[in-house]
């Protein structure tokens, strides 16, 4: 009983750390809400579906910045898409980022873009990895026959 | 008009395009169920649109873009199409961004369309442009709504969805007519002139 008391107070705890510094915002809340005995993998499934869309767009970003003519609208559009998906999952760094990026584009300021792309990859792999460090620990707390308290 | 084959054929199109975009079945009472066509380009989005849709009790096809959407409907130009009567769309959702077809371009040629226009449809954009606003409230879409879309929005709009029914929208509306009313207007004129030289 007390492991099960400690691994919710860890993911409790976590998550909250992950809201303070702005890795996650109301939206992702607003997930976990759409989450239930019916659909209890929603908010593993939604993300994974970001993780994918988002490598996919990175690596068409870093391809788009690496020609020798800059097609900035369709790099536009790519960081766009990033800058959608980013939002509706909560994933607010990533998204800010996006908007600074998006920025640069209009400008048509490839220094400035490339420094984007650099960050947004950066931010993209911290939300990552804090993400999948929080599955586990639900999946922990499940696992020791707990409950998620969500939401918080 | 239509011959019986057409109408069938235009059964199986809709019921083949309904399997392979993935239509889910809400609660009981499929008659008082709100059905909603929602339309957009992202993965993510979709997945949480649906979701939102169906944990509001709602019947939910979701498409990845206005081509399909018009696909679905019918209104690609097959005149084979079944009406409207059986399709039972009560709210179309679609993004404001999407390659190809623009939810702005979806929404004129659903109210330009005689069979459904009279379906509200509600613009999504992560975009906060007065302009884009405007332009689509004029167009005669029922909400603009900003993204990330959350629950409250989404039972906020079938509120209003379902308390209007008895009521026709009448703050927004459509200023421009179909081709089809124009067509039908014109022959309305012609046969009644018909009538009245018969009459003389």
Known sequence: ?152 | MFSGDMATAGEILRRSLTDEVGVSKGSVSGSEELHVLAVDDSFVDRKVIERLLKISSCKVTVVESGSRALQYLGLDGEKSSVGFNDLKINLIMTDYSMPGMTGYELLKKIKESSAFREIPVVIMSSENILTRIDRCLEEGAEEYILKPVKLSDVKRIKDVIMGGDGKQKKRRSVRKRGREDRNLFTITIVACTVILIDCV
């Open chain 1, 1 to 152: 009983m007390d492991s099960v008391v400690l691994l919710q107070r860890q993911l409790v705890d976590y998550t909250a750390q992950l809201f303070n510094e702005g890795f996650l915002d109301d939206q992702f809340n607003q997930l976990q809400q759409l989450q239930d005995e019916s659909n209890p993998d929603f908010v593993v499934e939604v993300v994974t579906l970001f993780f994918e869309d988002s490598e996919r767009l990175l690596n068409e970003l870093a391809k788009a910045l690496e020609q020798q003519s800059i097609d900035y609208r369709k790099i536009d559009a790519h960081v766009h898409q990033l800058k959608g998906s980013s939002s509706s999952i909560g994933a607010q760094r990533v998204q800010k980022v996006c908007i600074a990026f998006r920025n640069y584009c209009e400008e048509r300021n490839i220094e400035g873009c490339q420094k984007c792309l650099q960050q947004v990859k950066n931010e993209y792999s911290l939300v990552k990895t804090k993400l999948e460090t929080l599955f586990k620990l639900e999946q922990q707390v499940l696992s020791a026959g707990g409950s998620i308290p969500w939401p918080m």
